[in-house]
């Protein structure tokens, strides 16, 4: 069976993944989410949607306090897919040169410029506190993140393939940071809320980690199995109906369309944008594959809208009065965008 599918303005025939083909590469996927479990423990919704992300070749942005091992599962994820791996601590003196790479002059006789790789080229760059960069050095994050290249006095040069950028934020000690532009801000397929743990998670951390430190991991992926899986994401079916859902969804995120809900039209001043409607295809492929399915269902779309729609909504001065969250919107965005058009 073969399927023509529409992606990126090219038509791309591709045979679609057979039921035991989505349960093999789900039970490989299921080995990745186990050994980032076994470092962040509880936190069994972070850890698959990352792994969700991973498999969508998305950029994720986690958020929550500190101490709860954002930083310790971005290490965890490269040394299971076996990836070179660059963490970047973001302050505000960071210059763009710094995270690209810049000319150095080298030589004893003749002197040349020789260009030098900043920590960007890497298959896996964590971005710590991305907010307390300036927008300079954000805008050449950007650029990475979208074109999965870097430009240098003229030159692009492209960065690793696969590449993923996991960048960390806090909601608290606001002071001194820069709040990422709604552009960049789109450019994360998943925006990820790391909740605090309780009492029990607690006590099996102090009882079985001396100092807090991780458990060593061996590699569960290499190069060629991690593209054998982005190769059998692209192939799971996106059935006609719940590409309509889709779009359904992000054109009621607007206030401005017929279809938008009133809480749409309350609390937000501009809804979600053609790549988010790309997105959540995405994200639907890989968690359906996740799930050891060859097709995505309207339940895989309604499980990735809030991580992928609750950065891409701009709220109205009114959502902050009445204490209502861009989480808020979009569940009841939700509830007002039927699965299957109504008659």
Same mark, same amino acid.
């Given at each position: 069976?073969?399927?023509?599918?529409?992606?990126?303005?090219?038509?791309?025939?591709?045979?679609?993944?057979?039921?035991?083909?989505?349960?093999?590469?789900?039970?490989?996927? /299921?080995?990745?989410?186990?050994?980032?479990?076994?470092?962040?423990? %509880?936190?069994?919704?972070?850890?698959?949607?990352?792994?969700?992300?991973?498999?969508?070749?998305?950029?994720? =942005?986690?958020?929550? =306090?500190?101490?709860?091992?954002?930083?310790?599962?971005?290490?965890?994820?490269?040394?299971? =897919?076996?990836?070179?791996?660059?963490?970047?601590?973001?302050?505000?003196?960071?210059?763009?040169?710094?995270?690209?790479?810049?000319?150095?002059?080298?030589?004893?006789?003749?002197?040349?410029?020789?260009?030098?790789?900043?920590?960007?080229?890497?298959?896996?760059?964590?971005?710590?506190?991305?907010?307390?960069?300036?927008?300079?050095?954000?805008?050449?994050?950007?650029?990475?993140?979208?074109?999965?290249?870097?430009?240098?006095?003229?030159?692009?040069?492209?960065?690793? %393939?696969?590449?993923?950028?996991?960048?960390?934020?806090? $909601?608290?000690?606001?002071?001194?940071?820069?709040?990422?532009?709604?552009?960049?801000?789109?450019?994360?397929?998943?925006?990820?809320?790391?909740?605090?743990?309780?009492?029990?998670?607690?006590? /099996?951390?102090?009882?079985?980690?001396?100092?807090?430190?991780?458990?060593?991991?061996?590699?569960?992926?290499?190069?060629?199995?991690?593209?054998?899986?982005?190769?059998? /994401?692209?192939?799971?079916?996106? $059935?006609?109906?719940?590409?309509?859902?889709?779009?359904?969804?992000?054109? +009621?995120?607007?206030? *401005?369309?017929?279809?938008?809900?009133?809480?749409?039209?309350?609390?937000?001043?501009?809804?979600?944008?053609? *790549? +988010?409607?790309?997105?959540?295809?995405?994200?639907?492929?890989?968690?359906?594959?996740?799930?050891?399915?060859?097709?995505?269902?309207?339940?895989?779309?309604?499980?990735?809208?809030?991580?992928?729609?609750?950065?891409?909504?701009?709220?109205?001065?009114?959502?902050? =009065?009445?204490?209502?969250?861009?989480?808020?919107?979009?569940?009841?965005?939700?509830?007002?965008?039927?699965?299957?058009?109504?008659?």
């Amino acid at each position: 069976m073969v399927a023509s599918r529409l992606e990126g303005g090219n038509d791309v025939a591709a045979e679609l993944l057979s039921p035991a083909e989505a349960q093999g590469a789900a039970e490989v996927a /299921a080995r990745l989410k186990d050994g980032l479990n076994t470092v962040m423990l %509880d936190q069994e919704s972070v850890v698959e949607q990352v792994v969700v992300a991973v498999l969508a070749r998305g950029h994720v =942005l986690l958020e929550g =306090l500190p101490g709860l091992g954002k930083t310790e599962l971005c290490k965890a994820l490269a040394r299971l =897919l076996s990836l070179p791996f660059r963490r970047i601590q973001f302050t505000p003196d960071l210059l763009p040169g710094d995270i690209t790479g810049t000319y150095v002059l080298e030589g004893d006789g003749r002197r040349d410029f020789v260009f030098r790789e900043g920590p960007l080229f890497a298959s896996l760059v964590l971005a710590d506190e991305i907010n307390r960069s300036s927008p300079k050095t954000q805008s050449a994050l950007l650029e990475a993140m979208q074109e999965r290249s870097v430009t240098v006095l003229g030159q692009t040069r492209p960065l690793p %393939d696969p590449f993923f950028v996991l960048a960390t934020q806090n $909601p608290i000690e606001l002071e001194g940071t820069y709040p990422l532009p709604e552009a960049q801000l789109d450019r994360f397929l998943f925006r990820i809320q790391v909740p605090p743990v309780g009492a029990k998670t607690l006590r /099996a951390l102090l009882t079985t980690r001396v100092r807090g430190a991780p458990p060593e991991l061996s590699p569960v992926l290499d190069a060629e199995g991690l593209g054998r899986l982005f190769a059998a /994401a692209d192939r799971v079916h996106l $059935p006609g109906p719940v590409a309509d859902f889709i779009g359904r969804l992000v054109e +009621a995120s607007d206030p *401005r369309q017929p279809s938008a809900p009133d809480a749409v039209r309350r609390f937000v001043r501009y809804g979600a944008s053609p *790549r +988010a409607a790309l997105a959540l295809a995405a994200a639907g492929r890989a968690l359906a594959l996740l799930r050891g399915r060859p097709n995505v269902g309207f339940d895989d779309v309604v499980a990735a809208a809030p991580s992928v729609l609750n950065h891409r909504l701009v709220l109205a001065y009114e959502a902050s =009065l009445e204490k209502v969250s861009a989480a808020d919107v979009v569940r009841a965005l939700l509830q007002a965008v039927p699965e299957v058009p109504r008659a």
